[in-house]
């Protein structure tokens, strides 16, 4: 069902996070959503991966499975996530507790939300060094405020004080980073920071999330639809289609030479501030159902390269051989999209 | 259908302001000064029959008001719009309202989810008399064909469609009428990529088969590039600059156009270029001033990177460029009338990120963005 | 999760996906509806076939039959003046029934006109007319019911007109919040955009999308009115003797509760029955008809 795919970038933090063949389920009274089916992941330290996927495709379910925050409905039906060479997936929620904080944290879509809006921003921000690191109320409050300095919330003294719908969505996401960043996790997972925010704002913010991986070495889960914030932002990324990994490697080979179809798909479907094509190239068909999902490759209904085994054989990960770097891909005939992807983008 | 006049304008919008009186009217009556939200302040627009042009900028500068206002669904507190050169009526008579339509945002509330896609249709056919009687359902069935939808989708309720497929009835629905002008507002972005496509393809054929003229509001310019001849850049309320799409891509001038282009995401950066870029600051730094308190003098010096003492005090005009009519910016550095390399920017100051934050503002050089072909692949 | 899908073939498919929820949604699946329902359908079948169920005239005395126990004869005896309770009861249920649905339909269109109005254009109407239901709010329901028709002189007339005054409140208010709520939707912009008339987009766009709030409100204030028919008859107010109306007949009987119980009782049980089966429509309908199930 699954395959490694092995190495990352080879930050000198070597293997620190790894998602072994993930399976979520959802009951239904259609039947069981197999929202995440059979995922595996590794994030070294230091390194910024991007998680892709349209609407469905279970990105989301994947990250919330690895911080323990998945919908009361949602199971872990199989798999680990490991962490430090800790299974997390059979520890309480009190245990739990413990590692979301100073091990990993989460930043949502929507920081209004997800901050508290009656508590002043400052006192929401010192919440976890208080709670997990045992500092005092004063060296707390110190602490929030190196925070607030160091993702750049303009006087912060005076910010400390407010409250959150008193910021502005760009300095409210900011307030979520320092947050995030309080118990100086090794982990960082970002469900869509930046899409509820205006180009600039988002502009600022991956500059700021960029810098912060740099210098303290966190590493990042990043969760969009966004391919160009990916490419801006990550090292590697992970493409997701059907609750199921189709494509993963450096970004810059996924995105400018892709080996899956749905990869080259999103590529060619998203038009291009730097290139005006004719007409854009649409995926058809319409995603999968995740209560009974195609027989093979779950892409094979929507594919213009489908054979007679892509609609019986498994399709797991594998390695691309001859390649620098990592990179797999599931496709079972991938050389057709380095044909059709010279094709497409045969700029003189 | 009423013919053009000579060569002006379809429409054209003339010192356009709408504003939105904020918190407690009877605080404002004691006042005697109700706090007025500028949405739009002062905007004038022409709109070429045939052409498409597009509305771009940032969430609260006003590209969505000036839509409402353009097409007939929200007054206008100054000024006037002409269509054909005659000015219409704040409320617009049938008929000529019948001549802008409008697609919106979020195809899951602009649809009447108690109508079906065939009667809300027929009500519009009927109460236009855009086609006698007995030939409302056949017309009804000619216009999903043009959008690419099946016949059996007449008997269909909204709920039994995804986003793209409701977003192509609303398409529908603006057709229904035989409008001279579309305006679509962010018509794709509240729809998943590879449907995305569909829907701007759909747009460009529709507009090369019917003649449509088009004014798309997008904040995403890589749509906007990809459909419009003309783009139009908005900041808080005002239009700042105005040109030819590929003109104004290749060479912005006025400082908010170039980071605002600059911010965008790309996702064909060579490896070098990218890690010298993480070194510099954002495209543009901090955050759009409210509407409610508009900087004095050019109403984006507190984040723009050039400011110098003349822009504190001095509103600059939406003025032409000497060297292409076809181009305006209001800045006064525009067309190289002093520098575009930062001075020891005053104004910066004030910014909400300081200089002294990690987010200094920085100035790309036209046309620096410009990634050749050779960047693409290697 | 969302499903997106592209044109034509997918269109089949979706329907059939979403007709599933729709029937298990059906009247009959919503135990409350279908228990209100049948309850209240005997009810009314018993107050409409009253002439068929009992051979006594409601309204004709026998003085020699006064205060009769239960019997084979009599069902639940008979009161001071000889007449029939059990026919008294049926023919009291044909009238408090009949006046209380007819009770309830003018302060609905009213209602649903005034706050439909006052919601979709706002400014001074609505100004205005919230300041009207503020004042009618102000006074307690019964009061305001008993004190308008002793002004009024008793009679049905005074009924209809007092519940009508007062009633119209509840409804404006609910299609008011309703249509500020609905018409920021964009298929009204929409609708605007296609140079629709008000008239037109409060009728045919906004109504059908908030008209089941006032509905399900207006089955449990069937039942206020019942209750305020049946209050004015207990004080004299109601309908004239010797129609028979439950209030009056609870009024008659209560001199009589120590020794002929079942005067009082039957009629109360039958109003307590009547709110039951309203109420359990009210509750059913609010959960099938709630609008935006989409």
């Not at chain 1, 929507?110 to 508590?119: D, I, K, R, Y």
């Not at chain 2, 001849?229 to 400082?255: C, K, Q, S, T, W």
């Not at chain 3, 009728?203 to 399900?216: D, E, K």
Request: charged share 20%; proline share 7%; aromatic share 4%.
């Amino acid at each position: 069902m699954s395959g490694d795919w092995a190495g990352g970038a080879g930050g000198a933090g070597g293997r620190l996070l790894e998602v072994r063949d993930l399976h979520v389920q959802i009951p239904t009274r259609r039947g069981t959503v197999r929202a995440v089916d059979g995922v595996s992941l590794e994030v070294a330290g230091g390194e910024a991966l991007g998680l892709v996927g349209e609407s469905g495709s279970g990105k989301s379910m994947t990250l919330r499975a690895i911080l323990g925050v998945l919908p009361s409905e949602a199971k872990v039906t199989a798999g680990q996530i490991l962490l430090d060479g800790v299974d997390l997936v059979p520890l309480s929620s009190s245990d739990l507790n413990k590692i979301r904080g100073p091990k990993m944290s989460m930043i949502f879509q929507e920081p209004m939300s997800a901050l508290n809006p009656v508590m002043r921003v400052g006192q929401q921000i010192a919440e976890g060094p208080r709670v997990h690191l045992g500092y005092s109320r004063a060296r707390a409050a110190e602490r929030a405020l190196e925070l607030m300095r160091r993702v750049g919330i303009p006087d912060p003294e005076r910010r400390f004080r407010a409250y959150p719908h008193e910021f502005s969505g760009g300095m409210r996401q900011r307030v979520m980073i320092a947050i995030a960043l309080s118990c100086d996790p090794e982990f960082i997972l970002c469900d869509e920071p930046t899409t509820a925010l205006d180009v600039t704002i988002q502009d600022q913010i991956l500059r700021l999330l960029a810098r912060l991986c740099a210098e303290s070495g966190v590493s990042l889960i990043f969760v969009t639809h966004d391919l160009p914030v990916v490419a801006q932002l990550c090292q590697r990324v992970a493409v997701m289609y059907g609750g199921q990994l189709v494509e993963t490697g450096d970004v810059r080979d996924v995105l400018l030479e892709p080996r899956h179809p749905y990869t080259l798909g999103l590529v060619r479907s998203a038009p291009d501030i730097e290139e005006v094509r004719e007409s854009l190239v649409p995926i058809p068909g319409s995603p999968p159902s995740l209560v009974s999902p195609p027989s093979g490759c779950r892409f094979h209904p929507r594919c213009a390269f489908a054979e007679e085994d892509c609609t019986v054989l498994p399709t797991p990960l594998r390695e691309l051989a001859g390649r620098p770097r990592a990179r797999s891909t599931a496709c079972l005939h991938y050389e057709r999209c380095e044909d059709a992807a010279g094709a497409g983008r045969a700029v003189p | 259908m009423t013919a053009g006049a000579g060569t002006g304008p379809l429409l054209s919008a003339e010192d356009i302001a709408v504003y939105f009186p904020v918190g407690s009217q009877l605080a404002a009556a004691v006042r005697h000064q109700p706090r007025m939200l500028h949405a739009v302040d002062g905007v004038d627009l022409d709109l070429a029959k045939g052409e498409a042009l597009a509305l771009v900028g940032e969430s609260g500068s006003g590209k969505s008001t000036l839509a409402l206002t353009l097409a007939g669904l929200r007054g206008a507190d100054r000024g006037q719009i002409k269509l054909d050169g005659r000015v219409l009526r704040a409320n617009r008579s049938r008929a000529d309202q019948r001549r802008i339509q409008m697609v919106f945002q979020d195809p899951y509330s602009s649809l009447n989810p108690r109508l079906t896609v065939g009667g809300m249709l027929a009500e519009l056919l009927k109460v236009h008399h855009i086609v006698p009687r007995g030939e409302v359902t056949a017309y009804s069935a000619e216009l999903l064909r043009l959008v690419g939808l099946g016949e059996d989708a007449l008997r269909a309720q909204p709920r039994q469609f995804s986003g793209g497929q409701r977003q192509r009835v609303a398409i529908a629905r603006a057709l229904a009428l035989r409008p001279d002008i579309l305006v679509a507002d962010e018509p794709v972005s509240a729809l998943d990529v590879s449907v995305q496509a569909t829907i701007l393809n759909l747009l460009r054929d529709l507009r090369a088969e019917l003649g449509l003229t088009l004014l798309l509001i997008s904040h995403n310019l890589a749509v906007v590039r990809h459909l419009c001849d003309r783009v139009a850049v908005m900041y808080l309320g005002r239009i700042v600059e105005i040109g030819p799409a590929a003109a104004l891509f290749a060479n912005p001038r006025h400082p908010y156009t170039r980071g605002l282009l600059a911010a965008i995401p790309r996702l064909t950066v060579a490896p070098d270029q990218a890690e010298k870029e993480a070194e510099e600051g954002p495209a543009v730094a901090g955050d759009m001033p409210s509407a409610l308190r508009i900087p004095a003098g050019c109403r984006f010096r507190t984040r723009c990177p050039i400011a110098q003492d003349i822009c504190a005090t001095q509103d600059p005009a939406l003025l032409h460029d000497p060297a292409d009519p076809a181009r305006q910016a209001a800045c006064h550095f525009a067309f190289g009338t002093a520098p575009l390399v930062p001075a020891a920017a005053p104004a910066a100051a004030a910014a909400p990120d300081g200089p002294d934050g990690p987010d200094v503002p920085r100035q790309r050089q036209p046309g620096q963005r410009q990634t050749g072909p050779g960047l693409r692949k290697e | 999760m969302s499903a997106i899908s592209m044109p034509e073939p997918a269109l089949a498919a979706q329907a059939e996906q979403h007709a599933q929820p729709r029937q298990a949604r059906r009247w009959y699946r919503q135990p409350a509806l279908a228990a209100g329902l049948i309850l209240l359908g005997l009810i009314v079948l018993a107050a409409i076939a009253a002439p068929l169920i009992t051979p006594y005239n409601p309204i004709k005395q026998n003085l020699t039959a006064s205060l009769l126990s239960p019997s084979a004869h009599h069902w639940l005896g008979t009161d001071q003046t000889g007449r029939d309770t059990f026919a008294r009861l049926l023919y009291g249920l044909r009238t408090d029934l009949r006046i209380a649905f007819i009770a309830v339909l003018l302060p609905f269109c009213i209602g649903v006109i005034l706050g439909s109005i006052s919601g979709y254009f706002g400014g001074w109407v609505d100004t205005v007319l919230m300041r009207l239901v503020d004042i009618v709010v102000a006074f307690p329901f019964y009061v305001l019911i008993i004190a308008l028709v002793f002004v009024l002189g008793p009679g049905q007339r005074s009924i209809y007109i007092a519940i009508t005054l007062v009633g119209w409140v509840s409804y404006a208010r609910i299609i008011r919040g309703e249509i500020l709520v609905a018409k920021r939707q964009d298929y009204v912009l929409a609708a605007r955009s296609g140079g629709l008339s008000p008239v037109r987009i409060i009728g045919r766009h906004l109504l059908p999308n908030v008209i089941s709030q006032a509905i399900i409100y207006a089955m449990s204030d069937i039942v206020q009115d019942i209750l305020a028919i049946v209050t004015l008859g207990y004080f004299g107010l109601g309908v004239p003797p010797p129609t028979p109306d439950l209030g009056s007949m609870i009024n008659d009987g209560q001199n009589f509760l120590t020794t002929h119980w079942q005067l009082t009782t039957f009629p109360g049980l039958a109003v307590v029955l009547v709110g039951l089966a309203l109420s359990l429509i009210g509750d059913g309908l609010a959960d099938i008809i709630r609008p935006g199930t989409t």
